[in-house]
């Protein structure tokens, strides 16, 4: 058996970054929803404020926000699949 010869170049990895970016997106609407419902006056400013008085009531707050975007991503990772699955049965048919 003869040996390998030697790559003239090293393998390169490939680094798929979109998951570090989604994370990165997520936290900016994080802040962002978080800033609307502290600093803006909206219909649920009383309540925000009510809890933004005790430990507690700013984890609650914070933990809501999280859920939002947690079921807002199911939501639009759903949407997407939907409408891959709907362009590949499309591109099979013509």
Request: charged fraction near 15%; aromatic fraction near 8%; charge should be positive.
């Amino acid at each position: 058996m003869a040996p390998q010869p030697a790559p003239s170049e090293p393998a390169t990895i490939r680094r798929d970054y979109t998951a570090i970016v989604l994370v990165g997106l997520l936290g900016l609407v994080e802040i962002a929803i978080l800033y609307v419902l502290i600093a803006v006056d909206t219909p649920v400013t009383p309540l925000v404020r009510a809890l933004l008085r005790n430990p507690f009531g700013v984890f609650t707050l914070v933990m809501a926000v999280v859920v939002l975007l947690c079921f807002s991503m199911v939501g639009i990772l759903s949407w997407a699949e939907w409408a891959h699955k709907r362009r590949l049965r499309a591109g099979r048919a013509a």
